[in-house]
């Protein structure tokens, strides 16, 4: 199994750009979430989906747009993109099992420069 | 969900126990204790988790006090590769509610 899959692993963008950050995964997983981290800092939730056809915002949607046609992939969307959406970006997934719905695996992310 | 407190860096001696404190005393009858760690620029690693009882599994162990309100991950024989930033996490375990990685307790294994 691979996992979750993200590419690119780099890229930079210039401010007003627009790009797609994929994410795929092959676990069958029903939960899928977007997370950014700036540097020294933890991670916050962009936006997350249940299931196909479903997502919901996070604690940082303001910039960013999802959507999830298939259980394996969940893109995100930059359509402006600004000095401050410079971070790295992480995609993961879990599968809502009472108890370790938590057990979330991430994929490696994506390092994004807005010049 | 809970907030936790956790010291922003530790450091340990390679083949000795680290022991990460995590502070939550404000947590719930029903909210989990999650741990993760982030090693150098990857994704978080789950750990391990539990409600009330001491949990193990084969890469730590998971004290949780009586009351509830502060726990100790423990890494038995910690190596270089542990050296980590280790997150604590609370939250219930009800679907659709997410996980919210704070600042975490930057450990450094030392040689």
């Known amino acids: 199994n691979a996992g979750v899959t993200q590419t690119p692993k780099f890229r930079i963008l210039k401010i007003g750009q627009s790009m797609t950050l994929q994410c795929t995964q092959d676990m069958n997983h029903n939960y899928m979430y977007w997370y950014r981290q700036d540097p020294g800092m933890g991670l916050k939730l962009i936006y997350y989906s249940v299931g196909a056809g479903i997502t919901d915002k996070g604690e940082v949607p303001n910039g960013y747009n999802v959507s999830r046609s298939t259980t394996e992939d969940f893109p995100l969307r930059l359509e402006l993109a600004a000095p401050s959406q410079t971070s790295v970006y992480f995609c993961?997934?879990?599968?809502?099992?009472?108890?370790?719905?938590?057990?979330?695996?991430f994929g490696s992310g994506t390092q994004l420069s807005v010049l | 969900d809970a907030k936790t407190t956790q010291p922003p860096s530790m450091d340990c001696a390679e083949g000795r126990a680290a022991n990460l404190p995590c502070n939550h005393s404000?947590?719930?009858?029903?909210?989990?204790v999650y741990w993760y760690r982030q090693i150098h620029s990857q994704g978080p690693q789950y750990i391990i988790h539990g409600l009330k009882n001491n949990e193990t599994n084969e890469m730590a162990s998971l004290i949780i006090t009586e009351d509830r309100k502060s726990s100790t991950l423990i890494l038995p024989h910690a190596t270089l590769r542990d050296t980590a930033v280790y997150y604590c996490?609370?939250?219930?375990?009800?679907?659709?509610?997410?996980?919210?990685f704070g600042g975490g307790t930057r450990l450094m294994v030392k040689p």
């Open positions: 996490i609370v939250r219930t375990d009800n679907a659709g509610n997410m996980l919210t």
């Open positions: 404000t947590i719930s009858g029903n909210e989990y």
């Open positions: 993961a997934s879990s599968s809502p099992i009472t108890g370790v719905n938590e057990k979330l695996f």
